[in-house]
């Protein structure tokens, strides 16, 4: 320790806090907070795609729920979801819903999928209605679609073109599969889950992160 260092009292956790003189930092010698290490950080990422809420992640990673929250929110504000081509054959487009704030207040997840590439090209989140179809397509961008497929919600046949709509459960068989691997990959979406944010910017993050992870999730064959 220098000479231009001096103890400066000791923190509420009884650790022993430092002074420089010289540009007024404070410090500490050692740091025992879990969150602020890096491995933990990717530890509470992997446990976001794999099913766990905050709690458990708190449980098990031994760190404060503000810590799971400000990486959820840090992490998620990075990503990005759109389509990574201009061109499509088949887009199938489903909702599933969720709870934000309690269980009597549903938000929808309205997403678009192209079963060719595995990708999900673009998601949006709010109330089930015609004006949140629009938002989707309107996220989608200027891509080229050959055919969109749905299931008979009206919205769908209210704001996709006709001659280009198909519609009916055989052909959104692929995307009926992904609304599961979402839901087994973020507790929020369980479908009886007892993890629900309390805020729509969690949620929105949280399901941000989930559609990544499934976006880029290795592939084995």
């Excluded at 990422?45 to 098990?60: A, E, Q």
């Excluded at 609304?179 to 990959?185: C, D, I, P, V």
């Amino acid at each position: 320790m220098g000479s231009k260092v001096v103890k400066n009292g000791l923190k509420i956790t009884g650790t022993q806090n430092y002074l420089c003189t010289k540009c007024k930092k404070q410090f500490q010698s050692d740091y025992f907070y879990l969150g602020c290490q890096k491995d933990v950080k990717l530890m509470i990422l992997r446990m976001l795609v794999n099913g766990n809420g905050v709690r458990d992640i708190c449980r098990i990673a031994l760190v404060s729920a503000g810590c799971v929250l400000r990486t959820l929110l840090s992490i998620g504000n990075l990503i990005t979801i759109e389509p990574q081509r201009k061109h499509y054959h088949k887009v199938q487009i489903d909702e599933l819903y969720s709870f934000v704030g309690s269980k009597k207040k549903k938000v929808w997840i309205i997403y678009a999928y192209d079963a060719f590439t595995g990708e999900i090209l673009g998601v949006t989140a709010g109330k089930r209605s015609k004006k949140q179809v629009r938002d989707l397509i309107k996220r989608l961008g200027d891509i080229e679609v050959d055919w969109w497929c749905t299931d008979a919600w009206k919205a769908f046949a209210q704001v996709l073109p006709y001659d280009r709509h198909l519609i009916g459960k055989k052909f959104t068989k692929a995307i009926e599969g992904v609304n599961t691997a979402l839901r087994s990959s973020c507790k929020r979406l369980h479908r009886r889950t007892n993890a629900f944010s309390k805020k729509l910017q969690n949620h929105w993050n949280a399901l941000k992160i989930a559609i990544n992870n499934f976006n880029n999730k290795p592939s084995y064959n």
